[in-house]
């Protein structure tokens, strides 16, 4: 049972680099988020997906695109990295949007030097 | 401003203890409220969810409470064992004008459990 499965677990990036991270979910879930944690604050909702084809911003997007091209699979990029980008990423998916229980990948940590 | 307090910060106790986390919040409009419990290095998983008319459920050893009128949550472990060391995550879900929902997460509490 794969569930949440994101890629890569560990980068680091240079400043000004970019980068992909990728989720992929095999529940057949419509909804699908990307979160940050960072020490002392709760996750933050960068993007979320309410379905394939669809995107919208969290509380935080600035810096961040993503893009759902298949139901399965959603993307997060930063075009242009920050020191201020170092955190854990967290995708999410859900089977519905308001008392779904939401289903976590394991995080991906990216340090941007 | 929606907001998720959770107390205490990090606890310490001996296994087989019983312990109780607390959580209070001030979102509104309320949907419902969950607790997570996300082991060091890995994703959040869920415990429990609660919707308004639900002030109690259980989910093993975990029982959660839930007050609506006082905004307060509680997580109750039973006979605590090394494996319930981890972070607890208090979430609080708000309805939204238009549709759809707002999580808003608290920083959680740092349970560990010793011999």
């Known amino acids: 049972n794969a569930g949440v499965t994101q890629t890569p677990k560990f980068r680091v990036l240079k400043t000004g680099q970019s980068m992909t991270l990728l989720c992929a979910q095999d529940m057949n879930h419509e909804y699908m988020y990307w979160y940050r944690q960072d020490p002392g604050m709760g996750l933050r909702l960068i993007h979320y997906?309410?379905?394939?084809?669809?995107?919208a911003k969290g509380e935080v997007p600035d810096g961040y695109n993503v893009s759902r091209l298949k139901k399965q699979n959603f993307l997060l990029g930063l075009e242009s990295a920050a020191p201020s980008q170092t955190s854990v990423y967290f995708c999410?998916?859900?089977?519905?949007?308001?008392?779904?229980?939401?289903?976590f990948g394991e995080g991906s940590r990216l340090t941007v030097l | 401003k929606n907001q998720v307090e959770q107390s205490p910060q990090s606890l310490i106790i001996l296994e087989g203890k019983n312990c109780t986390l607390q959580c209070n919040y001030t979102v509104s409009p309320f949907s419902n409220l969950r607790w997570y419990k996300q082991d060091t290095g890995r994703g959040p998983v869920s415990l429990t969810i609660m919707t308004f008319s639900e002030n109690t459920k259980s989910n093993g050893r975990y029982t959660a409470t839930l007050d609506a009128d006082t905004k307060q949550s509680s997580l109750h472990i039973t006979a605590s064992q090394l494996s319930d060391s981890a972070s607890y995550i208090c979430v609080v879900s708000a309805w939204l004008t238009g549709g759809g929902n707002k999580l808003t997460f608290g920083t959680g509490t740092q349970l560990k459990v010793e011999l």
């Open positions: 999410a998916s859900s089977l519905t949007a308001n008392t779904g229980e939401l289903f």
């Open positions: 997906s309410v379905g394939e084809g669809t995107t």
